[in-house]
Structure formats: structure tokens, C-alpha cells
């Protein structure tokens, strides 16, 4: 695994753009908890269902009552050192930009900037009437929009039966489109259209993950935990 980190290494140091992309995996280590696993409180809740848009509208105390748990055990979750590499490289010119599917907003936290949150962030906060910023606080004491008074608080992400943010992802494609190097971490590419980045670049694609993925064709896999390999990626580096 070393030599390929030396590898991934010397592709960062002549690359002039290099988008990086994150899924799940990526926060993994930060012990992020799953809201869908067996012991969990929503494990008889269809999340496709209770994250959907027609939900904060017909149910929104079912609605609120789900993302109060979500961003309640969101709240005290910080970065794991992978992140913080990552702003630092950023940070000395190797990396331009970042594009994750991840609503965590932990790549801010770490210091990154020109991220793109395809997906939105979980901590900020809106009326999805009027469109007033809103608080956590406001969300998690159950209070309705300071503005318009309704009960229409949400998190800025993206629910099931809503589109993805146009401009975000018009953005995130033409960098990737424009990369001369992309770096894919911690995701299994099964969801479209985030899985179609990969094919996007003509630059060279790197791909880093406790689990392989087929029907792609990368120049470089690293197998292993995202936050190992980005410390020792950042020791050849820096």
C-alpha cells in the first residue's frame, strides 16, 4: 500500500487541478451513527419516507422528530484527522476543490474551502416556506419560522422527491470535467448521477476505499481506511 501512496503522491504533485470526492466513508471514522441500523429508534421507519418532501408537508412533526435525532447526534461529531489532511493539502495548492456527497459539513469544519455539498448540509438550517436561515436550536426546540411562523424548519439538504441543487452540481461537473486528477474516497459509486463523475475527467482517476468497486476503470486503487492513508499521504507530501 505504501508504494501506492507514493504513487498517488507524485500524480498530486504534477496535477494542476485536482478535485477530490468523498462519500460515506469518508466520515466514517468520525463515528458518524447510522440512523438505519437494528438498534437504532428509526429501524421501523422507511427513511426513503420520513426524509421526503411530501413528509415535512403532510407530517412535519413526524419530519421534525427524525432530523431533531439526526442532527442531535450530528451535533458533537467532529472531523477525523482524513479531513484535516485534506484542508492542509488543500491548503499548499495540491488540491483545488472537493465534491462530497456527504450532508455532514465536516469538510468545512476541517478548514477545506470550494467545497461542493452535493447533497446539502445537515447543519444549516431554513424555512421551506418563505426561506428564512433558521437555527439548530430553533429546529431542536421545536420552534416554527421566526419569520413567517409556520412549521416549515428544515435542514438544508436534499430530501427524497426533491431535485439536486442545479448550480452546485452544474459547478462540481465542469471542475471535475477540467481535473487533471480526481481523487474518489470512500464511496461505492452505486448512485447516479454522482457515479458518473469518474467518467467525466480525461485527467488520471484515483480510487481509495475499504472495498473495491467494478465497472470502472482507474488508474490507481488504494485499499484501506481513508484517514490512514491520507496521514501517510501527507507525510511524503508535507
Known amino acids: 500500500m505504501d508504494q501506492k501512496i507514493k504513487e498517488l503522491a507524485d500524480f498530486m504533485k504534477s496535477s494542476r487541478n485536482t478535485v477530490v470526492m468523498t462519500g460515506a466513508g469518508m466520515d466514517t471514522e468520525s463515528n458518524i451513527p447510522d440512523f438505519r441500523s437494528k438498534s437504532g429508534i428509526w429501524r421501523k421507519v422507511d427513511p426513503a419516507k420520513v426524509a421526503h418532501i411530501d413528509t415535512l408537508y403532510k407530517n412535519y412533526d413526524l419530519f421534525r422528530e427524525f432530523y431533531c435525532s439526526r442532527i442531535t447526534k450530528l451535533y ?17 495548492g495540491y488540491i483545488q476543490s472537493i465534491a462530497t456527497q456527504n450532508v455532514s459539513g465536516l469538510h468545512a469544519m476541517a478548514g477545506s474551502k470550494n467545497i461542493y ?16 436561515p433558521g437555527t439548530i436550536n430553533q429546529i431542536l426546540k421545536k420552534k416554527n419560522c421566526s419569520n413567517c411562523g ?15 441543487p442545479a448550480i452546485t452540481w452544474r459547478d462540481a461537473t465542469e471542475d471535475i470535467k477540467n481535473s487533471e486528477l480526481l481523487i474518489v474516497i470512500g464511496t461505492s459509486l452505486e448512485v447516479y448521477p454522482v457515479n458518473q ?7 488520471k482517476t484515483v480510487y481509495i476505499n475499504l472495498e473495491d468497486v ?25
Not at 455539498?117 to 416556506?129: S, T
Not at 409556520?150 to 439536486?164: D, H, S
Not at 463523475?197 to 485527467?203: L, S
Open 76 to 92: 458533537n461529531i467532529k472531523p477525523h484527522p482524513g479531513h484535516y489532511v485534506l484542508a492542509d493539502l488543500q491548503d499548499k
Open 117 to 132: 455539498e452535493l447533497h446539502g448540509n445537515i447543519r444549516d438550517i431554513k424555512c421551506d416556506y418563505c426561506n428564512q
Open 150 to 164: 409556520r412549521k416549515a424548519l428544515r435542514p438544508e439538504i436534499v430530501l427524497f422527491g426533491e431535485p439536486l
Open 197 to 203: 463523475f469518474p467518467y467525466m475527467t480525461k485527467g
Open 214 to 238: 467494478k465497472d470502472y476503470d482507474f488508474d490507481l486503487k488504494i485499499m484501506g481506511r481513508a484517514g490512514e492513508i491520507l496521514i501517510k499521504l501527507k507525510e511524503i507530501l508535507l
